[in-house]
């Protein structure tokens, strides 16, 4: 097995190579990789076979869990090299970028030296939003008390910057530490659903409620997905700020105009030129802009492709999401281009069980067929639409079907509108879904 087939959320753990003189950092480590397996993760860490890092990797392995540990080439000759699973690396750089790539959290088991920089390490990426994780320290007996402490000095004498209450992301795990992380984690596979979402309808991953611009095809685009005038989204998002106490009917005098263009699907622009004036007047003003936008995006698009998901018991998020896009980009209704003549299309193709790469299995009238071979399938159907809107999407999504990165375990690499590629990892943008 290698890293690219970790199809399932990991735990990264950092812990010491030695045992210690505390028979409780042993059990510690025994039941966390218990609780790893239990809780349906994988394993992520530095690799070898002695000490706490071989109590909890042995224990995955028992309980019938996954594990991928990492060891920099020149550390080989210090540690079992033959485990297992381990994969090389050239140094510790590549080797924290390899173990971050893969893992949805961080839990520090007692460690030494490596131990601490990785558990600072990871903080430090918590803080500036490049790895926005929880990092949990299992404080056995009190070992990480003091580190505790020193933090709590930091942030009281206003030395350490705790203004993004950094430290609820450390917790001394008196009880479990997957618990916490549940607790505490951002959900990454719609984090990056819908950061994909954005980044192809505006070409910027975090939403903007506040963009908005003229276009020739659609009249005015704007907000976080580029509502359009034309199409009527834009004027759903203006029906929902209305129950907003705090609007003040900046678009009152255009409401007659952009009722008719939505449902002639205009793209003119006449009577209502201020239109992003206004829009980002609103924008500006102490209405829930983003709010009643996300509200829109999820009863409008969303909540229709969702029926279709749950339906055929879809189970990865990067199908989930290029079926919510397709209704953002067709509309989510059954003609031949839209989403639901789009999946009948893709599901005539189907006249046997059909095996695939993914291990998910979808029903397909009478067959049995695998998901990402079904996926494949509706991309090229949805290929077949010819649209320019589509091109950089699907070259995006078939490049994630290329990495086996099915549920966003790792950062998405997608190309933008310029096709050069980009990577979204997973952090906060502030969504309610």
């Known amino acids: 097995m290698t890293a690219d087939t970790m199809t399932k959320k990991s735990i990264c753990v950092f812990c010491a190579a030695r045992d210690g003189n505390d028979a409780s950092f042993a059990d510690a480590a025994k039941e966390l990789g218990q609780e790893i397996v239990k809780s349906g993760y994988n394993l992520v860490y530095g690799g070898g076979d002695k000490g706490l890092m071989g109590h909890v990797s042995r224990t995955v392995r028992e309980e019938g869990g996954k594990v991928v540990g990492f060891i920099i080439e020149e550390l080989i000759k210090t540690k079992e090299a033959q485990i297992e699973d381990n994969i090389l690396v050239k140094d510790n750089k590549a080797c924290r970028e390899a173990m971050d790539g893969l893992s949805a959290a961080y839990i520090a088991l007692p460690g030494g030296f490596w131990t601490i920089e990785e558990i600072l390490q990871a903080i430090s990426f918590s803080q500036s939003s490049a790895t926005p994780k929880p990092v949990v320290l299992v404080d056995t007996n009190g070992y990480y008390a003091p580190l505790k402490a020193?933090?709590?000095?930091?942030?009281?004498?206003?030395?350490?910057?705790?203004?993004?209450?950094?430290?609820?992301?450390?917790?001394?795990?008196?009880?479990?530490?997957?618990a916490i992380i549940d607790e505490l984690k951002v959900d990454c596979d719609a984090n990056i659903?819908?950061?994909?979402?954005?980044?192809?309808?505006?070409?910027?991953?975090?939403?903007?409620?506040?963009?908005?611009?003229?276009?020739?095809?659609?009249?005015?685009?704007?907000?976080?997905?580029?509502?359009?005038?034309?199409?009527?989204?834009?004027?759903?998002?203006?029906?929902?700020?209305?129950?907003?106490?705090?609007?003040?009917?900046?678009?009152?005098?255009?409401?007659?105009?952009?009722?008719?263009?939505?449902?002639?699907?205009?793209?003119?622009?006449?009577?209502?030129?201020?239109?992003?004036?206004?829009?980002?007047?609103?924008?500006?003003?102490?209405?829930?802009?983003?709010?009643?936008?996300?509200?829109?995006?999820?009863?409008?698009?969303?909540?229709?492709?969702?029926?279709?998901?749950?339906?055929?018991?879809?189970?990865?998020?990067?199908?989930?999401?290029?079926?919510?896009?397709?209704?953002?980009?067709?509309?989510?209704?059954?003609?031949?281009?839209?989403?639901?003549?789009?999946?009948?299309?893709?599901?005539?193709?189907?006249?046997?069980?059909?095996?695939?790469?993914?291990?998910?299995?979808?029903?397909?009238?009478?067959?049995?067929?695998?998901?990402?071979?079904?996926?494949?399938?509706?991309?090229?159907?949805?290929?077949?639409?010819?649209?320019?809107?589509?091109?950089?999407?699907?070259?995006?999504?078939?490049?994630?079907i290329r990495d086996k990165n099915y549920d966003f375990d790792w950062p998405a690499r997608v190309f933008d509108w310029n096709d050069e590629r980009k990577d979204l990892p997973c952090s906060s943008v502030g969504l309610s879904i």
Not at 150 to 178: K, M, T, Y
Not at 223 to 236: M, P, Q
């Open 150 to 178: 020193l933090f709590d000095n930091g942030v009281n004498s206003g030395i350490i910057d705790n203004s993004r209450d950094l430290f609820s992301l450390l917790a001394a795990a008196s009880a479990s530490p997957l």
């Open 193 to 400: 659903m819908y950061k994909l979402i954005s980044f192809f309808e505006t070409n910027n991953p975090d939403y903007d409620a506040r963009q908005c611009s003229r276009s020739s095809e659609s009249g005015f685009s704007a907000g976080i997905v580029n509502f359009s005038t034309r199409y009527g989204d834009a004027l759903a998002v203006i029906e929902q700020i209305e129950s907003d106490s705090n609007y003040n009917g900046q678009f009152d005098d255009m409401k007659p105009a952009l009722e008719r263009y939505a449902e002639s699907s205009s793209s003119s622009t006449s009577g209502i030129s201020e239109f992003c004036e206004q829009w980002v007047a609103v924008a500006d003003s102490k209405v829930d802009f983003l709010g009643h936008q996300i509200n829109v995006l999820n009863k409008k698009y969303y909540e229709p492709a969702y029926e279709y998901i749950s339906d055929m018991n879809l189970e990865y998020a990067l199908t989930k999401t290029v079926l919510f896009d397709t209704a953002i980009a067709h509309g989510a209704g059954s003609g031949s281009s839209s989403l639901g003549g789009l999946i009948k299309k893709t599901n005539s193709k189907f006249t046997k069980d059909t095996s695939g790469p993914s291990g998910s299995t979808i029903k397909v009238g009478d067959y049995e067929v695998d998901e990402i071979t079904w996926l494949e399938k509706y991309l090229d159907a949805r290929e077949e639409l010819g649209s320019s809107y589509d091109k950089i999407r699907i070259k995006s999504y078939r490049n994630l």
